[in-house]
């Protein structure tokens, strides 16, 4: 069975394979493997499902302004979620930030790997070349990109003026959302390129020699043998980088645009954060909390199902 | 290579080339401004060479921070990040390399449940559940401790499950013979297990570290006193509203050194780390 990097919905999409993988019977010991597991699931008790059950029932209190008092009020807190058009308008913004992210990195990540799979000379250098955006920190990238942005000293901003573009990402909410998906994609293309180029040496060679025997010529063989092949990797990777551009990207936001102008690159993410910490608004902080849980939830479930019927191993 | 395709070689090089100058520019420009003076980055455009004051800028963002914004020295950043990132790696490999020991080579009751309880977390990571799990730590009187910054981070469903799936594999006769010869399962896993799991470590490890020195929202909760910041963290304090006011060759100094860490550990343990991504794969 091949797996791929998503070993881990692997895990959760075939559990009969798991069953009969699983038919070892080793140790016994009454207490050591409870032992064993405790540190585990000691700090995902204390640091994950308590704030999780916490973040559920602070969504159905209102605190007052001094957060004092609060009152139990049920879905209220969701109610008015759903009626802020400011709650709405950060869904949609999220949904075009991390489409245009994953779709960025993965395609450029592609066309890199492709040609780098097809090199012989200086392979390790491109590669090496090419990986080490992995280690930049988001808020970082966010930085970097900014200083080359940035309205009335960057660098681009100037060539840009020079072809006649007038650049303020301050004002211009595309501009904006350019600019941090810029910072997001390009941090991202390293790790989807390590794995495209993973994917692409783990393909057969007599698939692709046996095509080229046949009269099948480059392209072709990339779109007819390639690249259903790679589908298992570019769904994961459609995977790790919605889910990257969702939660990871937070750095990138705060450390360039704030959510701004007028919210428009707010992220959920942001949102939340915007609203708990800043906004010592706890009640509806809490509640979108729990809704970006469901998303996610519900987004590992679809994906599972998806995963199962039409990617081919 | 299947065939000789000359013109597709070439492009294949061009396309590469232009890739890896397009994905390094931004860092080109970064080091060009830590080595210039703040009224070279403010005279548009900037001068797109090296200048001369690499060693003024980092000495001094290293010793003494910058003049406005934050003034705590970089150095001691550095030293927090990097306590962060090494507790972080060593502690999530370890508790989840004990944990998926337990889970593949023993039978017992709740085996399951705590796997999946480990898998779940997948779906709750920090940023969905930011104020309750701040509370929780400031409630334990964590906040401004190195154990407030990494502890609530050390859980981790990936580890567990590359190793899960690792141990899978590992071949059933060793263990038989492992039991036959008498080996506890302490022993089993100290003489066994954690040598053929070498690599493995050593692909979380790098994955790790960089997740772990590179951590944002956590660290801008958490540390509230400037002794206590990361370089990530730093770096961000120290850009005051509008692009004159900020001192950009100290920025970018820092910034240089914020990222030089981490990647250095990927490309020194590239092959490592390469070859610890394909093995999780099969």
Redesign the interface.
């Known amino acids: 069975m091949r797996c791929g990097v998503g070993t881990i919905f692997c895990v959760a999409s075939k559990p009969q394979i798991n069953r009969r993988v699983e038919k070892r019977v080793v140790f016994r010991s009454a207490w050591l493997p409870y032992a064993l597991v405790a540190p585990q699931i000691a700090i995902t008790l204390v640091f994950f499902f308590w704030p999780a059950v916490q973040a559920g029932w602070y969504s159905m209190q209102l605190q007052d302004a001094f957060g004092e008092r609060t009152q139990f009020v049920g879905l209220a807190n969701f109610a008015a979620l759903f009626a802020d058009a400011n709650y709405l308008y950060a869904f949609r913004v999220t949904a075009v930030f991390s489409v245009l992210v994953a779709a960025t990195g993965i395609a450029v990540a592609l066309l890199l790997a492709a040609t780098a799979d097809r090199v012989i000379r200086g392979a390790l250098a491109y590669r090496t070349l090419l990986i080490w955006p992995y280690a930049v920190a988001p808020a970082v990238a966010g930085v970097l990109w900014l200083f080359l942005f940035a309205p009335s000293i960057g660098v681009i901003t100037f060539a840009l003026r020079g072809v006649g573009v007038h650049w303020d990402w301050l004002l211009q909410g595309d501009q904006a959302m350019l600019l941090v998906v810029l910072a997001a994609a390009w941090k991202q293309i390293s790790y989807n390129f390590l794995f495209f180029l993973a994917g692409l040496q783990s393909i057969p060679r007599s698939l692709i020699e046996a095509a080229a025997i046949d009269g099948a010529g480059p392209g072709r063989r990339f779109w007819t043998i390639v690249f259903p092949l790679l589908s298992p990797t570019a769904f994961f990777l459609l995977v790790v980088n919605m889910v990257y551009a969702f939660f990871d990207t937070f750095g990138v936001i705060d450390a360039t645009t704030q959510g701004g102008p007028a919210g428009a690159t707010q992220i959920l993410v942001y949102k939340v954060y915007y609203d708990g910490v800043k906004g010592a608004d706890l009640g509806g902080s809490s509640a979108q909390s729990v809704i970006l849980m469901a998303i996610v939830i519900a987004l590992t479930v679809v994906q599972f199902r998806y995963v199962e019927r039409k990617v081919q191993y | ?3 000789q ?1 000359p013109w ?2 070439v ?3 061009a ?2 080339i232009a ?2 100058l397009v ?5 080109y ?2 080091f060009v ?1 830590s080595t210039r003076s703040l009224e070279d ?2 005279s ?3 001068p ?1 060479l090296p200048g001369d004051r690499l060693w003024e800028n980092y000495s001094q963002v290293l010793a003494a921070g910058t003049t406005k914004g934050v003034g705590a020295p970089v150095g001691r950043m550095m030293l927090n990040s990097l306590v962060m990132a090494l507790a972080i790696a060593c502690g999530k490999i ?3 390399i ?2 998926s ?8 009751p709740l ?1 399951n449940f ?1 796997f999946w ?3 779940v ?5 920090v ?7 701040f ?3 400031s409630d334990l009187g964590m906040i401004n401790s190195y154990v407030g910054l990494t ?2 981070l ?5 580890a ?3 190793f ?2 690792f141990f ?1 594999s590992v071949p ?1 006769e060793l ?2 013979a492992a ?1 036959i010869d008498g080996a ?3 022993r ?1 896993f100290r003489d066994v297990v954690l040598p053929l799991s070498k690599t493995s470590i050593a692909a979380l490890f790098v994955i790790q570290f ?1 997740y772990g ?5 956590w660290p ?2 958490i540390t509230t006193d400037e002794s206590m910041y990361t370089a ?2 730093g ?2 304090r120290m ?1 005051v509203a509008g ?2 006011l900020t001192e ?1 060759n100290l ?2 100094a820092t ?1 240089m050194l ?2 030089l860490p ?2 250095a ?3 020194l343990m ?1 092959r490592w780390f ?1 070859k610890g ?2 093995e ?3």
Not at chain 2, 121 to 125: A, G
Request: cysteine-free; aromatic content about 12%; hydrophobic content about 65%.
């Open positions: 290579m299947v065939e395709r597709l070689t492009f294949s090089h396309v590469l890739g890896i994905v390094g520019f931004p860092l420009v970064t401004a980055i403010l548009v455009p900037m797109l370890a508790i989840s004990v944990a020991f337990a889970i593949v080579f023993f039978r017992f085996r705590f309880m480990i898998f977390t997948l779906m709750l990571p940023e969905v559940r930011i104020i309750p799990t509370k929780v730590v502890l609530p050390i859980a981790s469903a990936t567990t499950f590359l899960r799936q899978l059933e263990a038989e039991r506890g399962p302490m089993f960089i020195w590179n951590q944002y929202l801008l909760l990530v963290i770096i961000k850009i692009d004159a950009w920025v970018m910034a914020a990222l981490p990647a550990v990927v490309l590239q390469v991504l394909v999780t794969e099969k």
